[in-house]
């Protein structure tokens, strides 16, 4: 590898594979071609494996923007058993893959980062004063995610950031700034792959060379469960007993939620304390508001629904102008069941990256802390209203069903603002105008996510949808 003529030789075999990959975020449209914009050699191209780093642009037939993404290429001679699934093609006299599949390239990042090392534009960073983790092969994380992560005998996780976005990723810089206030919030952060977006040639030089962040090193939260996957054990426990309620049958989260509120918290303490707040006057809760309304525009183009109501909805998000000099600061930017990790000490929370398809400029902007709360209480709909979501898609589930689905997902939201006022000294629902506000954004939001990624799940923004616009009950 590593001549541009050897990386062009990939790029047929490229274009058909990337469409196959969970990370690869456009499979709503289709690939035109694939470019490399830059590389960088780990270890020698004649290494066993060898590795590279390399950035690529994507182009679409429907001729909108391009979408740039990271990738780390190992080649071998030959590849067997394990790493088969893994092959792109072959180049020359060697078989290139994702080089995440396989333990000895992991081994070797986990190496570097721990022994601080600089390979032409790449920097491996160990976090200063952190205990080095035990040097491993890694094995790559399977199920959902929108990035790729490998997990070290339980002791550490690394994730490679897909996008090839420019600048210090907020995952990453928010995992610094709380483990500098010694958060007990989140897995502590180990180490980092810094590296460079190279400038852009010929039609596309509009911009040098800008620092990038590669991958992020954290402790492994080892016997944890994820608080999705425990809210939806604590549903089907409800939903299966017809005729008791949230508070009468085994699995009830109440307990749960009210610490994840608890933990959501102190969260937001340690972020104004490390980043700083400020106190918005009035010009700045209206660009607020005008921000929300851009996002509900942008939904109504796409979506019909969203459309009809565009009025309406708007009336809604106007209430966040009640806010009274709108306390902002950083937030996680895209709260919910499934960033959050129960381990046997706590929760914790996880991928501070923001909402994916947002610019980094937008996702890195100082935000109410009731946008992380309303994300959550849209969380606990979700996962209230998840198993009847494929009935809805036909005929509507039993009424006695839906109610008691209502039910858990109040006594849970409320379990978490109570959770969440007694720690923050405020209770999220006495700004009620402006948590509403916060929750229809987000499910507008939701209802052009699920539209573009998972259809059959689109009855549970919807319904709130509805909800939100319609009715003025509290949280
Ligand atoms: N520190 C950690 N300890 C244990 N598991 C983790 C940790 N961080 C992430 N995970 C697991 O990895 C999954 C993906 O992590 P996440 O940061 O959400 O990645 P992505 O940005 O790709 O969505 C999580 O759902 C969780 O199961
Ligand atoms: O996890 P990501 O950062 O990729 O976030 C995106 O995907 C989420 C789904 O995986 C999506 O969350 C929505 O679905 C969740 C259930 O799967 C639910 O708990 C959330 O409340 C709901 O918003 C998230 O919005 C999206 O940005």
Redesign the pocket.
């Known amino acids: 590898m590593t001549t541009p003529l050897l990386l062009d030789a990939l790029l047929p075999a490229l274009t058909e594979w990337l469409p196959e990959q969970r990370?690869f975020a456009a499979k709503d449209r289709t690939v035109a071609a694939v470019r490399f914009v830059g590389h960088q050699e780990i270890t020698p191209a004649d290494a066993v494996p060898a590795v590279e780093h390399a950035v690529i642009a994507v182009s679409f037939t429907d001729g909108g923007p391009e979408e740039t993404f990271q990738m780390l290429l190992a080649t071998r001679p030959r590849v067997s058993g394990d790493l088969e699934h893994a092959v792109i093609g072959a180049v020359g006299d060697r078989m290139v893959y994702d080089g995440l599949a396989d333990g000895e390239v992991s081994r070797l990042l986990l190496s570097m980062i721990v022994s601080d090392t600089t390979v032409g534009t790449l920097r491996f960073v160990p976090e200063p004063g952190v205990e080095a983790p035990v040097v491993g092969p890694g094995r790559p994380?399977l199920?959902?995610?929108?990035?790729?992560?490998v997990?070290y005998g339980e002791r550490a996780?690394m994730?490679l950031?897909?996008r090839a976005t420019p600048g210090l990723n907020p995952?990453l810089e928010l995992h610094r700034a709380l483990g500098r206030e010694r958060s007990g919030e989140v897995?502590p952060l180990l180490g980092a792959i810094e590296g460079v977006l190279p400038a852009e040639e010929g039609e596309h030089a509009d911009r040098g060379p800008l620092p990038m962040t590669v991958a992020m090193l954290?402790?492994?939260?080892?016997n944890?469960a994820?608080g999705w996957s425990m809210a939806l054990t604590s549903v089907r426990d409800l939903l299966a007993e017809g005729d008791l309620r949230p508070d009468e049958v085994g699995g009830d989260f109440a307990g749960e939620a009210q610490r994840l509120g608890k933990t959501i918290a102190s969260v937001h303490i340690e972020l104004a304390r490390g980043l700083g707040s400020d106190r918005l006057g009035s010009d700045g809760v209206a660009a607020v508001a005008d921000w929300m309304l851009d996002r509900l525009d942008l939904a109504a183009a796409a979506v019909e629904v969203v459309a009809a109501q565009r009025d309406e909805i708007a009336r809604v998000l106007q209430g966040v102008r009640a806010a009274d000099g709108l306390l902002v600061q950083r937030v996680h930017g895209d709260l919910h069941l499934?960033?959050t990790?129960r381990t046997p000490r706590g929760w914790?929370a996880?991928?501070f990256?923001g909402e994916?398809s947002r610019p980094l400029h937008d996702r890195v902007r100082p935000d109410s802390p009731l946008r992380d709360v309303a994300a959550m209480l849209r969380s606990f709909d979700y996962a209230a209203f998840h198993q009847l979501a494929e009935w809805e898609t036909g005929a509507e589930a039993p009424a006695y069903l839906q109610r008691r689905a209502q039910e858990w997902a109040d006594r849970n939201r409320s379990a978490f603002c109570d959770g969440y006022a007694e720690i923050a000294g405020a209770d999220p629902r006495d700004q009620l105008d402006v948590l509403r506000a916060y929750e229809l954004d987000k499910a507008v939001y939701e209802v052009l996510y699920e539209t573009r990624n998972r259809p059959n799940w689109l009855a549970i923004p919807l319904r709130s949808m509805a909800r939100l616009v319609g009715d003025t009950a509290g949280a």
Not at 143 to 149: A, D, I, V, Y
Not at 218 to 222: L, P, R
């Open positions: 990370w994380l199920g959902e995610q929108s990035n790729s992560s997990i996780i994730k950031f897909r995952d897995a954290q402790s492994y939260a080892a944890s994820d499934g960033q990790l914790l996880i991928d990256e994916p």
